[in-house]
């Protein structure tokens, strides 16, 4: 079996026609643990067309009854990736994520379709500077913005400042902690965190949830013309939208992807 | 559990109106009816939870689009949309 082979990514075109979404069979091909509770699945995605950061797929899964359910997940990887990454929470009274997290090994299959989305996108040709604000798990669409921003080219990232805000319950629920602390030293993203349930001795990161004097110290201040992305539970993602809104962002430029409610 | 907690917006109704439309929508600006107000898909609230979009103004939270499938049928009501404007990309000479 052929691993994906990896075509151009999706790009509007001059009247091309555009192409449906087809249910895929894919295959895990691997799966790492991220904390406790969070498990990322390494698919094979067969004729998987590539993807633009911040985009999602749908799983589905089918039980003997027919029963259905479908579940919509960010992808964590860069397009430029062969591999499609899915990073998922493994919620304990969820109907699909302790399936995903338990019950997949590698050379399972799995029916996905995607890639979905064009508003919460974010490549480096859109320009920056980038303004990336995380809660939890919302911080999977926006590690593939960064893994995308970490793979350009030197000169391309020296015109986009990125900036990543990333709130978590506690040190140990930070997803991709060591992958962020190297890419903040190679890529020169300055990665921030919060911590909202306790911080361990020594920490240097905010303690609290994000509030305004936070986004006024983290935020691009708005005549910079930033590109901001937020994701994560609900009402997180309302809060920083808006006062990123009443600091002077301009509204078109402030983009929100919701997760739900808090997990 | 508040409503308001639990609301999502368009990007989560990204994947049935591609079914529906081929393309993506959630870059597509809807005009809303009742206030004239206009947005981006992506950005408009969903208030569908799991049962299909229900997507609301921001503004004055009239219903602007309501997409449901069932079984071989997906039912769009857009009678709170008064237009919607689809970027298809720039023609090349």
């Not at chain 1, 960010?74 to 430029?80: D, R, V």
């Not at chain 1, 400042?161 to 962020?180: G, K, M, N, Q, T």
């Not at chain 2, 499938?69 to 237009?83: E, P, Q």
Request: some cysteine; glycine content about 10%.
């Amino acid at each position: 079996m052929s691993s994906a082979t990896k075509a151009t990514p999706e790009v509007t075109s001059a009247r091309s026609t555009p192409v449906r979404l087809e249910w895929r069979v894919a295959k895990v091909k691997a799966v790492r643990d991220e904390t406790r509770h969070v498990r990322t699945l390494v698919l094979d995605v067969p004729e998987w067309p590539g993807h633009r950061p911040g985009q999602h797929v749908d799983v589905r899964l089918v039980a003997e009854d027919g029963y259905q359910a479908q579940r919509s997940y960010s992808i964590a990887s860069p397009p430029e990736v062969p591999s499609v990454e899915l990073t998922i929470e493994r919620l304990d009274d969820g109907e699909v994520s302790p399936y995903l997290c338990d019950m997949l090994a590698p050379g399972a299959g799995l029916e996905v379709r995607g890639p979905i989305g064009g508003y919460f996108v974010w490549d480096v040709s859109l320009g920056g500077p980038l303004l990336l604000v995380a809660g939890g798990s919302g911080i999977v669409p926006l590690m593939a913005m960064l893994r995308h921003y970490a793979a350009a080219d030197a000169a391309s990232r020296a015109t986009v400042p990125a900036r990543l805000l990333y709130s978590a319950r506690s040190a140990d629920d930070v997803i991709y902690r060591d992958e962020l602390a190297r890419l903040a030293t190679a890529a020169e993203i300055d990665v921030r965190f919060t911590l909202t349930r306790g911080a361990p001795p020594q920490w240097s990161g905010y303690r609290r949830r994000i509030d305004r004097a936070m986004l006024a110290e983290v935020g691009w201040p708005p005549p910079t013309g930033a590109q901001s992305y937020v994701c994560g539970p609900t009402p997180l993602v309302e809060s920083v939208a808006n006062i990123l809104v009443e600091l002077g962002h301009d509204p078109s430029h402030v983009r929100t992807e919701r997760f739900g409610p808090t997990g | 559990m508040q409503t308001e907690e639990m609301r999502l917006d368009g990007n989560a109704a990204a994947g049935i109106l591609r079914e529906l439309f081929a393309r993506d929508m959630t870059t597509a600006m809807a005009t809303c009816r009742g206030c004239g107000s206009s947005e981006p898909l992506g950005k408009l609230l969903d208030y569908g939870h799991g049962m299909g979009a229900i997507l609301r103004c921001l503004k004055c939270e009239a219903v602007l689009l309501r997409v449901v499938h069932v079984r071989d049928t997906i039912r769009l009501d857009a009678s709170g949309t008064a237009v919607l404007s689809i970027g298809v990309g720039t023609v090349v000479g």
